[in-house]
């Protein structure tokens, strides 16, 4: 007997790119906290995430969602080099802008906002798309990220001439390259496995 | 025996070289994607999904990603788990070729950013060899590749429907997902390596000789690791 995946037929999600808080409604059952082994737990890396049923429905592959998350902190939080946290955050809004993850480009636009304490940029980033014209740096930054989210990649040496004529050094180039290559991975995932549902004030 | 790093063996980063130190100041990312792809490709737990799954998936969206050293060294890998498979999935990534993302967004202001494209159908001349859970997984393998955006319910109840279980999707979801980060990963840094044309030189001469042996041999342990697993769990 297969399984049926869930639906949400009286939600409605978000129609347009915002950075208001949004919720997340899974499409397959995530994991009950009750069925948590020690193998979901180190998976979950943050215990607080047993609350989140995006998270919880990764935990049914423990080893990947471990590995994932352990990547994603270090590619965004450690910055003891390379790019300012609000620079790698605008990588991952605008890469989501391109795929189209509404839910990822929310958070981490306020991530960007948070960090930069451009919240106007930001929202035309969101409003706009990629070709918004934001400043040298963070233009530069978003078309480099929109051309390594296609496919195939058309990411080359026209963006990274763009980036060091826009004061980026290789460290921060690799830094762009990877917070525009795991928000690839991670759109992925939110956008196939659930829905974004607006939260109500 | 274990490939140290798939990155930097498909980028041609050399130890020592200036963007191996550059990788270095990330030190988790770089050893966590690392450890992303040995639970993906030689995990303890094989569960739901065999090696042969995850190799044909994964040399499917290498040759959709169009990276040429991601698509050599998945195509090569499953070339040894099962060369007919590897024959099959070749000709079915040809026809599902095209350029993402694309697809639609909930009606509304974005409407004007709809973007058609192709919703894939593996040929029916495929669909047999491939199997059913393959055929499916194939294509949505193809809608996450390129149009992940059009993912709704109905695209997971079709692989429940061709016997994929939720936590099967989940690895299915994850082994797509990782792949598109990195091949990302590897074109992005193959372009700054050659953006510098000395140390071009020397990853082009590097990767070359390195791509076939390591597809072998993730191959070879890929194989070691399913009839270990064979062992433990009689069928």
Redesign the interface.
């Given at each position: 007997m297969?399984?049926?995946?869930?639906?949400h037929p009286d939600y409605r999600?978000?129609?347009?790119?915002v950075r208001a808080e949004l919720g997340w409604l899974p499409?397959?059952?995530p994991l009950a906290e009750a069925d948590l082994t020690d193998r979901h737990r180190a998976g979950l890396v943050d215990p607080s995430r047993a609350k989140s049923p995006y998270f919880m429905?990764?935990a049914?592959?423990p080893?990947?969602?471990?590995?994932?998350t352990?990547?994603d902190?270090?590619?965004f939080y450690?910055t003891?080099?390379?790019l300012p946290r609000a620079d790698r955050e605008i990588a991952a809004t605008a890469t989501s802008r391109?795929?189209?993850?509404i839910y990822c480009a929310s958070v981490h636009a306020r991530f960007a906002t948070t960090h930069s304490k451009r919240g106007v940029d930001v929202d035309r980033l969101l409003d706009e798309?990629v070709g918004a014209d934001l400043d040298p740096r963070w233009n530069a930054i978003a078309t480099a990220a929109a051309a390594?989210?296609?496919?195939?990649?058309a990411?080359?040496?026209t963006?990274?001439?763009a980036l060091r004529q826009a004061g980026l050094d290789?460290?921060e180039?690799?830094?762009t390259?990877?917070g525009?290559?795991?928000f690839?991975?991670?759109?992925?995932?939110m956008?196939?496995?659930g829905e974004p549902v607006a939260v109500d004030a | 025996m274990a490939i140290a790093d798939v990155i930097d063996l498909l980028a041609g980063i050399r130890p020592g070289s200036r963007l191996d130190r550059i990788r270095r100041e990330r030190p988790d990312a770089r050893a966590q994607s690392q450890e992303s792809w040995r639970a993906l490709f030689e995990p303890v737990h094989f569960g739901p999904v065999s090696v042969t799954e995850r190799f044909a998936v994964a040399a499917f969206v290498a040759a959709l990603g169009g990276e040429p050293a991601a698509r050599l060294f998945y195509a090569g890998t499953l070339e040894r788990l099962d060369p007919d498979l590897a024959r099959t999935v070749a000709i079915v990534a040809e026809a599902g070729a095209t350029t993402g993302p694309y697809g639609g967004y909930p009606q509304g202001p974005l409407s004007v950013e709809d973007r058609d494209g192709p919703s894939f159908a593996v040929p029916s001349p495929h669909r047999a060899a491939l199997g059913r859970r393959l055929t499916a997984a194939f294509e949505h393998a193809h809608l996450l590749v390129f149009h992940p955006r059009d993912a709704a319910p109905a695209s997971l109840q079709k692989l429940l429907d061709a016997g994929w279980t939720t936590p099967g999707i989940v690895t299915l979801s994850q082994l797509v997902a990782f792949l598109s980060f990195q091949i990302r990963v590897v074109a992005g840094l193959s372009a700054l390596l050659a953006a510098d044309a000395t140390l071009a030189a020397d990853a082009a001469l590097a990767a070359d000789a390195a791509l076939a042996a390591d597809a072998a041999l993730a191959a070879d342990a890929a194989l070691a690791a399913d009839a270990a697993r064979t062992v433990e769990e009689p069928a």
């Open positions: 297969p399984g049926t995946a869930l639906t999600g978000p129609n347009a790119f499409w397959l059952e429905l990764l049914h592959d080893d990947v969602l471990g590995a994932r352990r990547t902190k270090d590619i450690n003891s080099s390379g391109v795929n189209g993850c798309g390594l989210a296609r496919t195939p990649s990411f080359g040496a963006d990274i001439a290789d460290t180039i690799v830094d390259i990877l525009s290559a795991f690839n991975w991670a759109n992925r995932l956008l196939s496995l | -």
